[in-house]
């Protein structure tokens, strides 16, 4: 578990550096942080999203979502136990704005996201872990709106087609299925702040 968290520290340390080789002062640049109202009350449901424009109509986006959930028991025998679940979801896409004529200030947008979902799991009282991955494609089709300077407000709808190239039998929502697509996989509010 504990070199888990190691990789952890190690992505993002990796991608806050690469958040900062992009950075040039010219607002366009976007830090995100994203909710799933569908899963409002699941820790899991928030993303970190980074975004560049590129152009006046294409922006790359790059997302992460981090879940740690560990515990160690050590008892007065000296026996101890370890267990918990460390999850995390890295995405990489773009954005393409669409014109709303009369509308200055909100903006319509389509777009796609590949990521990549890994889940490590340890039960108490066993001794082996189970690691889980996936990957997968998300269409998007969402709203922005500029209240003020330098602050974005955004919803998305995202779709989900998931890939899972492994089996197994264990809790989650891909069990022994090697692809799944989802209409409606997340709806999604976020507030940004444009650098």
């Keep these: 578990m504990y070199h888990c968290v190691n990789n952890m520290k190690n992505i993002l340390t990796t991608l806050l550096l690469f958040i900062g080789l992009f950075v040039s002062g010219q607002n366009i640049n976007q830090v995100d942080l994203m909710l799933d109202l569908k899963q409002i009350d699941v820790q899991s449901s928030y993303q970190l999203m980074y975004k560049r424009q590129i152009n006046n109509v294409i922006t790359l986006r790059g997302g992460l979502s981090l879940f740690i959930d560990t515990d160690k028991e050590t008892r007065s025998d000296t026996l101890s136990f370890q267990s918990g679940t460390v999850m995390y979801d890295l995405s990489v896409g773009f954005q393409r704005d669409l ?24 039960k108490p009282y066993e001794t082996y872990h189970g690691y889980y991955w996936n990957v997968g494609l998300k269409p998007l089709v969402g709203l922005y709106y500029d209240p003020i300077k330098n602050i974005r407000l955004s ?18 929502e891909n069990i022994d299925q090697r692809v799944n697509f989802r209409s409606l996989d997340q709806l999604s509010f976020g507030i940004g702040y444009l650098f």
């Excluded at 200030?105 to 889940?119: E, R």
């Excluded at 709808?157 to 492994?166: K, V």
Aim: hydrophobic share 35%.
């Design 99 to 122: 014109k709303l004529d009369g509308f200055d200030h909100i903006k319509l947008f389509v777009g796609m996201d590949g990521y990549w979902n890994s889940t490590l799991n340890q």
């Design 155 to 172: 919803v998305e709808s995202r779709a989900n087609l998931n890939f899972n190239f492994q089996q197994y039998s264990a809790p989650g």
